[in-house]
C-alpha cells in the first residue's frame, strides 16, 4: 500500500500562485511515476502533469504549459506543483496519483493510487 497526501490548496486571485505538494508513504518502488490530475466543475478528470521520478521527464497539459511546473524530492517522497499566473479556469480538486510503471499516463486508470484531492479555487 502506498498512502498519497495532498496539501497546499486553497483560495487564490487570477495572476497568483500557488505550490500543491504530494507526499507518499509506504511502500517503496523502483520505478514509480506521479501525475497530477483535476477536476473541475462538471467537467471530466484530466492530467495536469506527469513525472517519472527515475527519469526526471516531466508532461504537461497543453492548458497548464508554462505556467505550472512539476518537480519531485525523492529524499522526501514528495512531488509538488508549482502552479503560476493562475487562472478562474484552473479552478478544480487536485489529485496526487501513484503509478508503479517505468513511465507516465495521462490516463487515470493507469494510477494504482490515489490522494483525496485538495482544492484549488481562483478568482477572478
Known amino acids: 500500500q502506498v498512502q498519497l497526501v495532498e496539501s497546499g490548496g486553497g483560495l487564490v486571485q487570477a495572476g497568483g500562485s500557488l505550490r500543491l505538494s504530494c507526499a507518499a508513504s509506504?511502500?517503496?518502488?523502483?520505478?514509480?511515476?506521479m501525475g497530477w490530475f483535476r477536476q473541475g466543475p462538471g467537467k471530466e478528470r484530466e492530467s495536469v502533469a506527469r513525472?517519472?521520478?527515475?527519469?526526471?521527464?516531466?508532461y504537461y497539459a497543453d492548458s497548464v504549459k508554462g505556467r505550472f511546473t512539476i518537480s519531485r524530492d525523492n529524499a522526501k517522497n514528495t512531488v509538488y506543483l508549482q502552479m503560476n499566473s493562475l487562472k478562474p479556469e484552473d479552478t478544480a480538486v487536485y489529485y496526487c496519483?501513484?503509478?508503479?510503471?517505468?513511465?507516465?499516463?495521462?490516463?487515470?486508470?493507469?494510477?494504482?493510487?490515489w490522494g483525496q484531492g485538495t482544492q484549488v479555487t481562483v478568482s477572478s
Open positions: 496519483a501513484a503509478r508503479n510503471a517505468p513511465s507516465t499516463s495521462p490516463r487515470p486508470d493507469e494510477y494504482q493510487y
Open positions: 513525472i517519472s521520478w527515475s527519469g526526471g521527464i516531466s
Open positions: 509506504g511502500r517503496t518502488f523502483s520505478s514509480y511515476a
